[in-house]
């Protein structure tokens, strides 16, 4: 896949939203956010044709976006995307938690689904250059923090089955409160009976709103049944743990380890559960230091 052209921040060139939320409405939008329905003024994009690669890198106002019906995204599905969030520290800094692993991601994501890698630097540098415009949004207070959403979208204009040779990629921001708003409470989880959520061989392991959507039939299942959340076993014996509709899994045993099913292709390798396993392992099974 094509990685020409890594941008700096700078590289983003800049169009300011004509009318821009005021403080006062911001203040408003930002008081308690419904997660994922706020938005910031601003979104960056940049644009890759086969010939020119990565190109256009920009920040523009945020809109409705202007695509042919014929768009190959909303026929065969070529889409990938990435979940992190900018945290403001109380010395008024913004921060990330290890984008370049999102950056990784997202390009491996991509690969699967025949689009073409955003370079790690143009990734992080999108990033630098939206949150530096919308800065203001990125919320102050306890665990709030600004959603970012980056996308990667085959737009051409064609119903031919192969790849698309016109892709967007978007970066959009939510400023969102706290995951668990009133404290971490357990969710109850049910365990996906009829379906699965991956295969060997299938798409389990990138981010692609494909299996986003074959997991909503079995999330309700989950609900009809009275649970939050619903858990999917193998595909090939429907016997092991895999992982929730949206996120991985752990479980704390009795003597205090710590155990998550091997990621084999079908599970998303989340950055959540690297930074889990990364330091237990150099804790030892018990915790302890060994
Ligand atoms: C994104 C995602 C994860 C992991 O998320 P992190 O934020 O990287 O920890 C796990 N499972 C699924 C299905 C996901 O889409």
Sequence with gaps: MDERSTVNAEQYAVTPHPSPASA???????????????????????????????????????ADLTLHPGATVLHYGQQVFEGLKAYRWADGTVRLFRPEANAARM???????????LPEDDFLASISALVSVDRDWVPSEGEASLYLRPLIIGTEASLAVRPSRRVEYMLLACPVGSYFSGGVKPVSIWVAQGFHRAGAGGTGQAKTAGNYAASMQPQQQAQDHGCDQVLFL???????????????????????????????????EGVTRASVIEPAALLGPRGRRT
């Design 24 to 62: 006062e409405q911001r203040a408003t939008l930002m008081a308690a956010p419904i997660f994922g329905e706020v938005f910031t003024d601003h979104v960056a994009r940049a644009t890759w044709t086969p010939d020119a690669g990565w190109a256009d890198h920009r920040i523009e106002p945020f």
């Design 234 to 268: 193998d595909a090939r014996e429907d016997r092991y743990i895999e992982e929730l509709g949206g996120m991985n899994v752990f479980a704390v045993r009795r003597d205090g380890s710590v155990w998550t099913p091997r990621v084999t292709g079908t599970i998303l």
């Design 107 to 117: 390009a491996a994501s991509a690969t699967r689904l025949s689009l073409p890698a």
